[in-house]
């Protein structure tokens, strides 16, 4: 059992929002212990929004938390760096509704973590133990949780494309693992749903710079993927950014088949309500939080 993590230096970071193609400024601030993720749109009289699943207002192509009718979307790839990278506790300030979405990934985030550090705080970490597997399944996708020791992912994903098809892939959670395995991993998208998309107000800041995009045969952003089967290691992206909205580490395999951010939300929902199938293990094996946690179903 660890203790808790915090920044040891605030982070300034802009860039553009991937589907509001506004240009933000965000500030990552340290905070103190059992205070969670906190974003703060800072354009919007200082609105505090809790990184939880309670705070979920929307899955369509992003991430999006909500309160008090302010937005912050695509928040998946920096509470993937957050959750990657052990940290428990930060605020999150942005004068916009979006997280900025850099190259696509969580590089970026993971590298401005790194050089500005990371210190341990006195509270140690609770963490969520699955003990009985929990499902959900919506037509052709699925994804669950089984007990585990320690935290895995597995993750199938195939689409018809000649680019890449199927691709599969395991692994264990770890701060090296991510930084690794996954945090290079960019966003991927068809050009064929661009129109789509921006017809709805979607991806208006999206370029070759920001996301891999996949023409009918082939990958057209006229670079080589940073990895062979960067498309699954992205969606592990993703689901370590979903996943972390629980609130605390969960030691569990999780399974998932063509899932994606709706399916990633509706399990942790459905771990939260299934109050039998888990507990949490903290240092005094104390469970009086359980009660916090299904309150936010």
């Known amino acids: 059992m660890r203790l808790q993590n915090t920044l040891k230096n605030e982070i300034f970071i802009s860039g553009q929002g991937l589907h509001t193609g506004r240009n933000i400024n965000m500030r990552l601030i340290p905070a103190p212990a059992e205070t969670g993720v906190v974003f703060i749109r800072t354009d919007k009289g200082s609105i505090r929004i809790k990184a939880a699943v309670s705070s979920v207002s929307d899955t369509t192509f992003a ?17 993937a760096a957050f959750a990657g990278l052990n940290i428990d506790n930060v605020y999150v300030e942005l004068d916009g509704p979006e997280v900025p979405i850099m190259d696509g ?10 050089e500005a ?28 949780i089984t007990p585990y020791e320690g935290t895995r992912i597995t993750y199938r994903l195939f689409y018809t494309h000649p680019a890449f098809g199927e691709q599969k892939m395991s692994i264990d959670m770890s701060a090296m693992n991510f930084v690794n395995e996954l945090a290079p991993a960019r966003t991927f998208g068809f050009l064929r749903d661009l129109e789509m998309l921006k ?44 996943l972390s909205l629980i609130g ?30 888990w507990e949490i293990v903290s240092p005094s094996m104390v469970t009086s939080s359980a009660s916090e946690l299904a309150a936010q179903v």
């Open 248 to 277: 605390l580490p969960v030691y569990g395999h999780i399974i998932a088949n063509k899932s994606g951010h709706t399916l990633h939300v509706k399990l942790l929902r459905k771990i939260l309500l299934f109050r039998d199938s």
């Open 63 to 79: 991430t999006t938390l909500a309160s008090e009718g302010v937005k912050i979307g695509t928040v998946e790839h920096l509470l």
């Open 199 to 242: 017809s709805r107000g979607l991806a208006r800041g999206g370029s070759l710079d920001n996301a891999i995009v996949l023409g009918e045969k082939e990958v057209i952003n006229g670079n080589k993927l940073r990895l062979k089967d960067e498309f699954v290691r992205h969606k592990i992206l993703d689901a370590v950014g979903d």
């Open 105 to 114: 990934s969580s590089l970026s985030f993971v590298s401005a973590i790194m």
């Open 117 to 144: 550090g990371i210190a341990k705080q006195a509270n140690a970490v609770s963490y969520i133990r699955i003990l009985e597997p929990i499902v959900v399944i919506e037509g052709s996708s699925q994804i669950a």
